[in-house]
């Protein structure tokens, strides 16, 4: 049987993986889709009601189901006018329930000059009846950016939505220092009256990554941890991890120490997620000499207690994980993909990630899809996956 050449195989895994890389990237610069989005978005109410967000031709419809993701009601539009919105790479619309049983929606608008846009905030007061008019979240409406939106409500009702923000570039553009500035800035807007108004926003940090999403969580008193990839000394894009506390004042440490130093916008935002009183798990991607998917603990004020962990085949680009914690059970999700297709991979720790069970491939697909998302109902853990083939997957992780 004739057998390749070690040197043309090789050079047939690069044309591959270079292959994905293309794709990856000319799906997270598109505009609003004009045939169907993957990108999805969930969350259970108190009930146990699953409510999904989309974009649709210029639209963010919401629908529901009551039987974990079998059947969904009939769609309703959450926007009045039509939209460029956000549903690619690490941006798409984001859904989430408050502890009074609203339920929150918010997008990113494109505007007309690239890497432009609002964020957008919408509420529904009547279990998805209806949807109020939406508002911008943020004071400044200048055409630059605002985008990659992250929303969290905490257990008392208090909603908090960050995002990536450059005005601050813009201003040092005006001042003749932009090599002075590296990045974006990522700031945020509070409501305190259940998301009928929202307080003038603030900043969090600047010389955030341009174009990874923000990962947001709380501790035990309701404040807001979240992380993002940041711009370090000598162009290094590590993580970083901020508590934004109830008075507004703000923590920032360095999360991971990866040493990535790329001059591009990867497109590969982390997780994070509350562990027990100890701290908090982490879940991120490095590229470089060392490219993978890592996990790592953050213990007390430690910030980096644990050395990281790497999961998954970096070789069929192992990333853009989702991070769920129930008590002591870790459940990490990730997408990963080759010749075959897309699969998303599943690593569970049944004593708070110090150790791990066998890894294992549970779902498949052909085609488009989209990157995981882990949910919780009842102390019980589900994955949620949108694909263009097998349509939308809900999947109870026992």
Known sequence: MFKLNPIVKFFKKIIFLLVIILCEVSIAHEGHSH???????????????????????????????????INFSKTINVNTELQK??????????????????????????????????????????HGKTFELPQIVHQDKSEITH???????????RIFVAWVDKRDLEKAK???????????????????NFGESFKIEKKIVDSSCECCRIALT????????????????????????????????????????GGWKIDACPHHGPAISRGGDWGYHMAWFDGGDKAGLFYGRIDGDAWVSS????????????????LLSINEK???????????????????????????????TIKKTEGASDYPELIQFNKKAFLSWNTIKDGYQ?????
């Open 35 to 69: 045939g169907p989005s993957v990108a999805t978005s969930v969350s259970f109410d108190e009930l146990g009601t699953l409510w999904r967000v989309r974009e649709q031709q210029g639209f963010i419809i919401v629908d529901s189901s009551n039987d974990q993701g």
């Open 218 to 257: 709380n501790d035990s008193r309701g404040n807001v941890i979240a992380m993002w990839r940041q711009l370090y000394d000598g162009g290094i894009r590590d993580h970083a991890v901020a508590k934004i506390d109830l008075n507004d004042n703000i923590v920032v440490n360095r999360a991971t120490f």
């Open 174 to 192: 005006l001042q003749n220092k932009e090599r002075e500035y590296k990045g974006a800035a990522l700031y945020y807007a509070v409501s305190e």
């Open 307 to 322: 050395p990281a962990k790497r999961f998954g085949n970096a070789n069929f680009q192992a990333g853009h994980p989702s």
């Open 394 to 398: 809900l999947m109870a992780l026992e």
């Open 330 to 360: 870790v459940y990490l999700a990730w997408k990963e993909i080759n010749e075959a297709g897309n699969y998303i991979v599943l690593a569970i720790s049944e004593d708070g990630g110090k150790n791990w069970l066998e890894v294992k």
């Open 85 to 126: 919105i956000a549903t690619s790479g690490d941006a798409k619309p984001k859904i989430t329930i408050g502890p009074e049983g609203n339920i929150y929606v918010t997008w990113t608008q494109k505007l007309s000059k690239p890497y432009t846009g609002y964020v957008w905030f919408a509420r529904s007061k009547n």
């Open 147 to 157: 985008s990659l939106d992250a929303i969290n409500v905490n257990k008392d009702g």
